[in-house]
RNA sequence: GGUCCCGUGGUGAAGUUGGAGUUCACGCCGCCCUGUCAAGGCGGAGGUCGCGGGUUCGAGUCCCGUCGGGACCGCCA
């Protein structure tokens, strides 16, 4: 055993190496390895070979065959390394070309089998039955390499966010409710009994705070709790790199936060991405028909309003915009050539979402068109629409007629649901949306606008003078990062004028009495002097998951919940005991009566 | 709250028109085996077909409900 002085930095009192960074240039030095029996396999009364396993990978050891060690049995064995005999070396180990002999075995703890391999093979497995026994779940290669990811990409943030001189500040989980936005986690507080305190959807609020108290540029990794339903890129609990900055604009955020991605994206891929592109909200729109573009491929919605300017078929002369998306029989044969299910099935989509219809035809030979409204059309129309979009035999055309924002949605959303590859397909397309509008829809109870992104965002300086009179029209200082179709993160400018915030939340009906109610310990130090400030926060979660060629964030999550928010391995959430609750002054309704 | 998919020994699958808990692979236990590496050979154990009800002479299979898991819509300022 090696002294505390002369060891590597990976050995310890009980190793000297990790089990697959042992080499050739090795041979003929005695080592010691820990590790979990992967694999045993028998050749007769006096040889066996063990594969053992750490989370750098296996060696394989010659044991005699009487030796009583089994499957994830933990060890610890002394060796010889030793060259492999002619013909032995196995080139898909990074220790194929040696092994350990005249091995000591000391056994650390015995096992029973596992209820599953612990090898690729799981990633077949039930999620159910891995989140169950997810500490055997994580020994597995895959998960090993997701969470070392994971750990090297908060550290390359953090490096990139103290390079810009961003100071990195903890801030409560225990904070007063504020009802707007996501679904809180209410936690009951024991000494004002009918209290509560809730667990941050975000450190929103005390980042400005931080602002206002003069720390200048505020980071941190965030962990954010938000009680809405899961998906595959949604958990109860996620993290964020939440970060805030004084004194600068829109563009020294978005550099300030595209060198903490960049920074993340190489020490994972070992490349630098290219520079960030930006897009406008409205030409995301317009082109992707999301507020969330994947840009790695095409099929962009081509815009068809003028076409039609003067049709006599009703349903697109009475439609405020009509735009159509060409499924390209080339790059997708199989969705251009659907039949007439999976044609009702795209209509039923359309829908769903809010289309009054959707109009599909098949371009044939001599870009003849064969739809169902074909009939409806001029010649001229037909003619100018297979123009307007490019189409070649064999494609099929998707058209929307309806409101500008329905049009985009629709076919935005037919365009992923028709090509969208998985989310970890390279190459990887970062983009910056800006220019967001200000509000979105109209709050169906009180009639009022509703922000967009929260209400403390800046209006854009160019559109201000129309708050009063176009509210709808004004695009806020906001913007969203976005990676391969996921929404990364997003964040605006501040607004650091009492006065503006006053406008702003009277546009959203919020009265300068109800605001010092609901907002007042976030409003009141504004009063103080609050620098111009803005920031941004991105899901850490997902760009992990991306980076690591995951489609789901609870692959690079230690210990995530299900769909339903439980863990199958604590079973969490229990009940508890009623002497809890009544400490908590909380007595329990009965369960709601079954229909 | 809604739509869709899945649930069969420890794991993954197959199971036909409704006809005996049947089959395959891996794992597990035992025996054999001196160069394998997802070793190989022989033998064995292992089941409330998620649960409850219904139809039927008979249900893994059909119907209803329910629980669990997953994808999506709503929701996620």
Redesign the pocket.
């Known amino acids: 055993m090696p002294t505390q002085q002369n060891r590597s930095i990976e050995s310890t009192s009980l190793r000297t190496h990790l089990c697959a960074n042992l080499r050739a240039s090795d041979v003929g030095s005695t080592v010691t390895v820990c590790g979990w029996v992967a ?11 063990l ?1 053992v396993r750490d989370y750098s990978g296996i060696v ?1 050891c ?1 044991v005699d ?1 009487a030796v009583d060690v ?2 994830e049995w933990v060890v610890q064995i002394t060796g010889k390394v030793q060259p ?2 002619d ?4 080139k ?2 990074s220790t ?1 070309e040696i ?1 350990l ?1 005249d091995c000591t075995i000391t056994v650390l703890n015995a096992a029973e ?5 612990i ?4 990633d ?6 891995r ?1 169950k026994y997810r500490y055997l779940d994580i020994r597995r290669e895959r998960m090993q390499r997701n969470l070392r990811i994971r750990s090297k990409v908060n550290s390359a943030i953090r490096g990139a966010m103290e390079a810009q001189q961003f100071v990195e500040v903890e801030t409560p989980f225990l904070m007063p409710s ?1 009802p ?4 809180e986690f209410l936690v009951p507080s024991r000494k004002e009994p009918g209290s509560f305190y809730a667990l941050p ?2 450190p ?2 005390w980042k400005q705070l931080l602002m206002v108290a003069g720390i200048d540029r505020y980071y941190q990794i965030a962990r954010c709790l ?1 009680d ?7 958990q109860y609990e996620f993290m964020q790199l939440d970060a805030e900055m004084s004194f600068v604009t829109k563009d020294d955020v978005l550099a300030a936060i595209s060198k903490a991605v960049v920074a993340a994206a190489e020490a994972v891929l070992g490349e630098t991405p290219p520079t960030i592109e930006q897009i406008t909200w409205r030409d995301a729109m317009n082109r992707f028909g999301v507020d969330k573009p994947d840009m790695r491929f095409g099929m962009e919605l081509v815009e068809l309003t003028a076409v039609f300017s003067s049709t006599e078929f009703k349903a697109f002369s009475s439609a405020a915009c009509i735009k159509g998306i060409r499924v390209d029989a080339t790059l997708y044969p199989e969705q251009a050539a659907y039949g007439r299910n999976k044609l009702d099935a795209l209509t039923d989509r359309a829908k ?2 809010g289309a009054k219809g959707l109009v599909w035809m098949k371009v044939g030979e001599g870009l003849a068109l064969d739809s169902p409204v074909a009939k409806f059309l001029s010649d001229a129309e037909r003619a100018s629409l297979v123009s307007s979009m490019g189409a070649q035999n064999g494609d099929l055309l998707l058209l929307v007629a309806d409101e500008w924002a329905t049009t985009c949605e629709v076919l935005g ?1 037919l365009r992923n649901d028709l090509a969208r590859p998985p989310v970890h397909e390279g190459p990887y397309k970062y983009v910056w949306v800006i220019d967001f509008p200000l509000f ?1 829809g109209v709050n169906a109870t009180t009639g009022k606008p ?7 965002c800046q209006p854009h300086p160019d559109d201000i003078e129309r708050l009063e009179s176009d509210p709808m029209s004004v695009r806020a200082l906001a913007y969203d990062l976005v990676l391969n179709g996921w929404e990364l993160g997003s964040g605006s400018i501040r607004i650091h004028d009492p006065e503006m915030q006053r406008r702003v939340f009277r546009q959203l009906g919020i009265s300068d009495e109800d605001a010092d109610k609901r907002f007042g310990f976030f409003l009141q130090p504004f009063k103080y002097g609050a620098p111009p400030h803005g920031g941004f926060a991105f899901g850490t979660d997902r760009l992990v998951a991306i980076l690591a060629g995951e ?2 964030i ?1 692959e690079v999550i230690a210990f995530p ?6 863990d ?1 391995m604590t079973n969490a959430p229990t009940p508890v005991n009623p002497a809890q609750l009544n400490e908590l002054g909380i007595r329990l309704l009965p369960p709601p009566a ?1 229909s």
């Open positions: 694999r045993r396999r028998e050749h007769g009364e006096h040889l066996a070979f594969d394989q010659v065959n089994r499957s492999r005999p013909g032995t070396v196995n898909n180990l194929g092994e002999s089998p596992p209820p599953f391999p090898d690729a093979r799981a077949d497995v039930d999620e159910n039955v989140l504020t707007e936005g996501a679904r959807q975000s929103q609020l938000r809405e339903d899961l998906r595959a890129d949604r769903q979402i959303t979105v509703q922000p967009g992104h929260h209400p403390f489609e789901n609870r919940k299900t769909q339903s928010g439980s199958p079954k």
